[in-house]
């Protein structure tokens, strides 16, 4: 899927399947947003200047209220802003409803603060997580504490994990490389030090990468 969001400037790049949609739906609400704004400023400037102090133009003979504008000018954009809000809510369902069938699924426990990982093989790791691109990954979260959120920005998702649940998010990413992992539930005085790295590997990669990683003890030490 192309990104929407190539051509602006300054936009922060993604890296997922789930940040293109995002990333549709966020400029087109901004440019939904926009284009109102400037239409009401506009016609603020337009009025200001017309009908300024010493102005010639014609204030008599006022139009009676039509209904038929005030009735069209309402749904039209009670219709645009149901679109949006239906809009989201399919990429919510999206998002949010893991896919039946996984390239692969990962284990991931939030604590004070770090981030663990393990693997199915029963590779682990602590504020890292390597993944191969192109592969649907399903993450099982937990949280052995407070609440955290997992937040991975370049792919537009994050989750809060709770104590007590198991929660599940997936994501299929489109490029290598190294992406900010994240808390983004303030969780005690070192949440602004609860971070890693999503590692987005080629699968050959990934696979001589497995090999290399022993087996660690369980994600609950």
Same mark, same amino acid.
């Given at each position: 899927m192309a990104d929407a969001t190539r051509w602006v400037p300054f936009w922060p790049p993604t890296s997922a399947a789930s940040g293109y949609r995002v990333n549709t739906l966020f400029i087109f609400e901004l440019a939904l947003c926009a284009a109102i704004l400037a239409l009401v400023f506009g016609l603020i400037w337009v009025f200001c200047i017309r009908y300024?102090?010493?102005? #010639?133009?014609?204030?008599?003979?006022?139009?009676?209220?039509? !209904? &038929? @504008?005030?009735?069209? !000018?309402? %749904? %039209?954009?009670?219709?645009?802003?149901?679109?949006?809000?239906? !809009?989201?809510?399919?990429?919510?369902?999206?998002?949010?409803?893991?896919?039946?069938? %996984?390239?692969?699924?990962?284990?991931?426990?939030g604590k004070q603060w770090m981030w663990k990982i393990e693997h199915p093989g029963g590779q682990r790791e602590i504020d890292a997580l390597h993944v191969p691109v192109g592969k649907t990954v399903r993450l099982v979260l937990a949280s052995q504490d407070v609440i955290h959120s997992f937040f991975i920005p370049a792919f537009r998702l994050k989750h809060d994990v709770v104590p007590g649940t198991l929660e599940t998010m997936w994501f299929r990413p489109t490029a290598t490389g190294s992406f900010a992992l994240l808390c983004a539930e303030f969780c005690g005085?070192? *949440? %602004? *030090? =609860?971070?890693?790295?999503? @590692?987005? =590997?080629? #699968?050959?990669?990934?696979?001589?990468?497995? &090999?290399?990683?022993?087996v660690s003890q369980s994600l609950a030490q």
């Amino acid at each position: 899927m192309a990104d929407a969001t190539r051509w602006v400037p300054f936009w922060p790049p993604t890296s997922a399947a789930s940040g293109y949609r995002v990333n549709t739906l966020f400029i087109f609400e901004l440019a939904l947003c926009a284009a109102i704004l400037a239409l009401v400023f506009g016609l603020i400037w337009v009025f200001c200047i017309r009908y300024r102090r010493g102005s #010639p133009a014609v204030r008599s003979g006022a139009e009676e209220k039509s !209904w &038929a @504008v005030e009735i069209a !000018w309402t %749904a %039209a954009t009670l219709v645009c802003f149901l679109g949006l809000f239906v !809009w989201g809510a399919g990429m919510y369902v999206w998002l949010y409803q893991p896919p039946p069938l %996984a390239d692969l699924e990962l284990y991931v426990v939030g604590k004070q603060w770090m981030w663990k990982i393990e693997h199915p093989g029963g590779q682990r790791e602590i504020d890292a997580l390597h993944v191969p691109v192109g592969k649907t990954v399903r993450l099982v979260l937990a949280s052995q504490d407070v609440i955290h959120s997992f937040f991975i920005p370049a792919f537009r998702l994050k989750h809060d994990v709770v104590p007590g649940t198991l929660e599940t998010m997936w994501f299929r990413p489109t490029a290598t490389g190294s992406f900010a992992l994240l808390c983004a539930e303030f969780c005690g005085t070192q *949440h %602004a *030090h =609860m971070e890693g790295q999503v @590692v987005v =590997m080629e #699968p050959a990669a990934y696979t001589d990468w497995l &090999a290399n990683q022993g087996v660690s003890q369980s994600l609950a030490q």
